[in-house]
Structure formats: C-alpha cells, structure tokens
C-alpha cells in the first residue's frame, strides 16, 4: 500500500523507549499495543511525537480483531479540538507551555540526599541518552517525595501544520495526564506511568483537566477496524488512541517521513543504535506488578 502511495517509511518516533516492537523490520511494520498486560488499558488521544522527533504519517492496520470484543481505533481532528477548547484555557496553556514527565522511578522515604543525587546521576548518565528525547530528572515535581521524575523540556500545546499551515492542538495531554488516566481502565506499570505539568512545572487542576477531556473525546470518532482495514493517519493534524479489549489482537502500524526534509526526518541510523534497550524492554515488560 505505501509503495503505491510512494509513502517513506521510517522508524517510530518513540522506537527507542522499548514500547515499540517490530512486527516485521523488513516491512516497517510495528505492532500495536496488542500486549495482554496492556488490553484493559485505554490509550488516551495522542500524536506520536516527542519534543526532538515525531513522524508525517502513519498506516493502521488490523490484521486481527479483538476476539472478545472492544478495542476500536480512536482518531480525533487537532483542528476541531483547538476550536472548541475553553478559550482561557487555551489561552494560559499556550503561554505557559507544556512539559510531560514519562515516567517515575520510586526511592524509599527518608533516603539520604547524597544517595539521592547519586541515583540521580546514574540514572542520567546511564538512561536518559537511550532515549531519542530531552529529558531532565527531577525528584517531586508531583509532590510525591522521593520520586525521580523524567520531564521533557517545554513544548507549545499548539502546532501549525507544516504544509497547510493550520493550528492545530497538537498535545499529548488527553493520553498523558495522570488526573485522567487515575480515572479510566489503565494498566501501565508505575514506572511508565506519565503526567503532564505546564512548562513552570505548575499543576493544572482537576476542572482544567477536565476541560481538556470534553474537548477531546467531543471530537473522537470510535473505528472498529475489520482484518484488511487500513487506516491513513496525518500525524501532524490528528490525534489517535485505542479503547480496550477482551482476548486476542494483532494490529500493527507503518510510520512514514517526509520526503524531502532531512531535518523532519531525523537521523535513522542513531535511532537504529538503540534497538538493543527497546528489545530488552519489550521482552520483560509484561512481566512488572502494576505498581513496579
């Protein structure tokens, strides 16, 4: 389909955090959050993007649905969403930026600072650079102490589509927030679980995150895909999540580049050099406790 299309495929933007798993490398094909640990879990609106990289378009495709019913594809219009968005919101969200922690990693109470600053550095010496992202670790930014948070850098809520020029709410914070994901089916270990805070590090509040979620899910339109269905996605103006499942799944996706931007595009041979920390990952992470 993408040859006849003259799509370039590309890798996942996130392939390095050990979440992505190649269905078949010499196809582009990834697999989907088809884990079993994972299919309680509802994958919130988000475009596939960190602050350093992210992806044109992406191809979905089942090949299998869930045999005991539920996840449909999820898929929302960024354009509808920043129009209908409460516009004070918006406009303090826009100023303030966006910085998203990716996930926590839990000291017992009343470690020692010295023991703290080390763990800190080990951690920033031996992890972040794994990952194709700008990441500073930071203890109780949620205010939990002893909690060593991995926060990218500031980032706009909002992006002009890079050919059509249009604003579009391009913010992972539907999927990202953990005031929403406390509130739905979620089965993320805490490890990997994730939080949004403005680019001060300021909390948004239980009405704000709210907002957030009534101007999204307004505009979702649920897909229950059929095996030989594929999607086309811009991932520069949509946003796509998943709803939970029963049984089995296979769906997976292709990510494609720009053609013609080098800088867009990203270097794929360093992102290559990491695939040796997303197969460790991949291979024991439906073996965490929930609250690992």
């Known amino acids: 389909m993408y040859e006849s299309l003259g799509l370039l495929p590309c890798l996942d933007p996130l392939h390095s955090s050990g979440l992505r798993k190649f269905a078949s490398e010499r196809d582009a094909l990834y697999e989907e959050v088809n884990k079993p640990s994972l299919r309680q879990h509802y ?64 000291l017992p109470g009343g470690t020692p600072g010295i023991i703290k600053e080390g763990f800190k550095s080990v951690v920033e010496a031996a992890v972040a650079p794994k990952f194709d992202m700008d990441l500073e670790m930071i203890y109780s930014a949620d205010g939990k102490a002893g909690r060593l948070q991995a926060i990218e850098s500031r980032e706009s809520p909002i992006n002009r589509h890079p050919l059509t020029g249009q604003p579009v709410w391009f913010c992972n914070a539907h999927n990202h927030l953990r005031y929403l994901r406390d509130r739905r089916p979620c089965g993320v270990p805490e490890v990997g679980m994730t939080d949004v805070f403005f680019g001060d590090l300021g909390h948004l509040s239980p009405l704000e995150c709210d907002e957030i979620k009534r101007a999204s899910e307004k505009h979702i339109t649920a897909l229950p895909m059929e095996p030989g269905d594929v999607l086309l996605v811009d991932n520069y103006r949509a946003l796509h999540g998943r709803d939970v499942f029963g049984g089995e799944r296979f769906h997976a996706v292709s990510w494609f580049s720009w053609d013609d931007n080098e800088e867009w595009r990203g270097g794929e041979t360093r992102m290559r050099e990491k695939d040796g920390i997303n197969k460790f990952v991949n291979k024991y992470m439906d073996w965490l406790p929930k609250d690992f």
Do not use: W
């Open 43 to 106: 994958i919130g609106l988000h475009s596939e993007s960190t602050t350093k990289r992210t992806a044109a378009y992406a191809a979905f495709v089942c090949f299998k649905k869930a045999t005991e019913g539920g996840g449909r594809f999820l898929v929302a219009d960024g354009a509808k969403i920043l129009a209908d968005m409460d516009p004070g919101l918006l406009r303090k969200i826009y100023e303030r930026q966006v910085r998203i922690s990716v996930s926590n990693l839990d």
